[in-house]
């Protein structure tokens, strides 16, 4: 039982160029999330999707796209990295049965250049 | 709407002294609140939660909080603070009626003096 697992772990992306954050849970959750985490600010919300086929905006959407290709993965897109966008990304899921329990990824270390 | 207020962006305490975290939240709806640790350069490990059970919740690592609807408040203590306890911590506020949505406080960075 791996709980949700991010790929990659760290990447490193010149302006412009363009990538996609992997996040798989095996826990069969509905509720997925993305998350960008920067020093003084805490976690504030990309994108989440409550259910397989729905996704919607969070706090801080421009600049990225979301996928919920299955109920076991939800992927994160920068069609056009910034610098602005150097941060620690991180996937969630949530079991809303039991109180909403969250599970986190490791996280995912991306520098802009 | 929901939010959460963590009203000490900043903790030091000495080694063997208590620990208190204060964090407030609001919420529409009955919530869940968590409580999450972050040590440097890693993941979020949850530590406890709040879910209309028992008002006094105990984590681990001996940390405990306690929930308080009239002050709308759901500190995080414990009663003698360990070196391995220097980390950052998230209040995290959740209810149905937001669509589970998860809001986060801005962080609380715990030092623990020797």
């Known amino acids: 039982n791996a709980g949700v697992t991010q790929t990659p772990k760290f990447q490193v992306l010149k302006t412009g160029q363009s990538m996609t954050l992997q996040c798989a849970q095996d826990?069969?959750?509905?509720?997925m999330y993305w998350y960008r985490q920067d020093p003084g600010m805490g976690l504030r919300l990309i994108y989440y999707?409550?259910?397989?086929?729905?996704?919607d905006k969070g706090e801080v959407p421009n600049g990225y796209n979301v996928s919920r290709l299955n109920k076991r993965e939800f992927s994160l897109r920068l069609e056009s990295a910034a610098p602005s966008q150097t941060s620690v990304y991180f996937c969630?899921?949530?079991?809303?049965?039991?109180?909403?329990?969250?599970?986190f990824g490791e996280g995912s270390w991306l520098t802009v250049v | 709407a929901q939010s959460v207020t963590q009203l000490d962006s900043h903790v030091s305490v000495s080694e063997g002294t208590p620990v208190l975290l204060r964090c407030n939240y609001s919420s529409s709806y009955s919530p869940s609140l968590f409580w999450y640790v972050q040590h440097p350069n890693k993941g979020l490990q949850l530590l406890l939660k709040?879910?209309?059970?028992?008002?006094l919740v105990k984590g681990i690592n001996g940390f405990e909080a306690e929930f308080k609807k009239s002050e709308t408040s759901f500190h995080l203590t414990k009663p003698s603070a360990h070196m391995s306890d220097a980390a950052e911590y998230f209040c995290v506020v959740s209810s149905n009626n937001a669509g589970n949505m998860l809001t986060f406080g801005g962080g609380t960075r715990l030092m623990v003096k020797p």
């Open positions: 999707s409550a259910s397989e086929g729905t996704t």
């Open positions: 709040y879910t209309s059970a028992a008002t």
């Open positions: 826990m069969n959750h509905n509720s």
């Open positions: 969630a899921s949530m079991w809303e049965v039991s109180g909403n329990t969250i599970y």
